[in-house]
């Protein structure tokens, strides 16, 4: 072979070589783009999901079920929500970078897809977000907004009850969650707040809570333990320091004590229980608590799964139904014929709120997750006496 053969062969190698480099880096970087592309779409479609359900801290598994015949991307979900789980799908464009449709509880729910309502905001991230209410407020207040998730961070504004904003996405920030949120006005001003004051429009507030007290008679250097549940052997949740002023939101008996849920007066409103020797009025007199709260043990007939029973509270009341149950039951909740005013909670066995308090007109069954005794608080907020009829089941 001559010296110009051997130069031909060399080049035809050296370009069948850039040719092959060519394919695998295409093939190398089209992989590396769907792997990535996978990624962006499963975890968006798992923003969806927890947007949707109102629950940003819930743990969801996610799996990408390929590219259908029509060239878009099927992505499954599912969310563990407090009481129970549901299962949700997105659809993916070709290119997996745009969301066409996300299905949930049945049927499609497009509004929910990211940007949708966004046309003609001036922002690529305007619209994005649930629409929600700012409720629970007392008459006269407002809720702070922050400059992120974190009483740490500075006011840069204040909202008040009914204000509609959107809900960017929330995050836990010390057992607190904390929600990012959009003003509706042509600013589309951002802030943070606590996300116990956002609900969905037209959504039950919460009901009102009690006098303003304040906490006394503990030693000096001292401070009263604020409790998960109405008893010394709940864990340690909080403290407050002589002085401190709350709201009670109530009172009850447990053994030899008087103990009172309370309400602290921050941004967080946080809640507890300490005793009730310990507070006060707010003008210094001993306050008057309530005396018409009462605690009643739930009991089914032999081989029952449920009672009904119906019962009756005076104005300002709450009554707790104690209620023992165990791990994987399900409980069912329902007060038949109840006033408007009447409210009820459920409280897990160790004195964390299994449901907030909502309208008694709202029936609640889920899935249980602890062993011991449950609480139900049944509470009436009106100016009069209210019957109903308790409906209550495990299984």
Request: glycine share 12%; hydrophobic share 35%; aromatic share 8%.
């Amino acid at each position: 072979m001559n010296y110009s053969a051997i130069v031909q062969v060399g080049r035809r190698r050296t370009l069948v070589g850039k040719v092959l480099s060519t394919v695998f880096l295409a093939l190398f970087w089209a992989q590396s783009s769907l792997a990535q592309s996978t990624e962006f779409m499963i975890n968006e479609c798992s923003s969806v999901g927890q947007t949707y359900f109102r629950d940003f801290t819930a743990r969801t598994d996610m799996r990408y079920n390929g590219q259908r015949v029509d060239g878009t991307h099927a992505i499954n979900g599912r969310i563990f929500l407090e009481t129970r789980f549901e299962d949700f799908a997105c659809s993916y464009n070709r290119n997996g970078r745009r969301m066409t449709e996300f299905f949930a509880e049945g049927r499609v729910q497009n509004a929910f897809l990211p940007g949708a309502g966004s046309a003609g905001q001036g922002s690529s991230n305007a619209g994005q977000g649930s629409v929600v209410q700012v409720t629970g407020l007392r008459q006269g207040d407002t809720l702070n907004v922050r400059s992120g998730p974190g009483t740490n961070n500075r006011i840069v504004g204040a909202l008040s009850n009914g204000t509609s904003v959107r809900n960017l996405g929330c995050q836990m920030q010390g057992g607190t969650r904390w929600c990012q949120i959009e003003m509706m006005t042509d600013m589309r001003e951002r802030g943070w707040v606590a996300g116990r004051y956002l609900t969905l429009a037209g959504a039950a507030p919460a009901p009102e809570a009690g006098p303003v007290v304040r906490v006394t008679g503990v030693a000096a250097n001292d401070v009263l333990n604020v409790r998960a549940g109405p008893g010394t052997r709940y864990g340690v949740i909080g403290a407050l320091p002589n002085g401190a002023s709350v709201r009670n939101l109530g009172c009850q008996t447990q053994g030899a004590a008087r103990w009172c849920q309370i309400e602290m007066m921050t941004d967080i409103r946080e809640r507890g229980w300490v005793n009730a020797r310990f507070l006060t009025g707010q003008a210094g007199q001993a306050t008057q608590l309530p005396s018409l709260s009462r605690t009643q043990r739930i009991r089914f007939q032999p081989g029952a799964s449920g009672t009904e029973f119906s019962d009756s509270l005076p104005a300002g009341a709450t009554v707790t139904y104690l209620l023992g149950a165990r791990n994987g039951q399900t409980l069912s909740v329902e007060l038949a014929g109840a006033a408007p005013n009447l409210f009820y909670r459920i409280f897990n066995p160790d004195g964390r709120e299994l449901l907030g308090a909502v309208n008694a007109g709202r029936f609640y069954r889920g899935q249980l997750w602890q062993s011991g005794d449950y609480r139900i608080e049944v509470m009436n907020r009106g100016g009069r006496s209210v019957s109903y009829t308790a409906l209550i089941r495990v299984r």
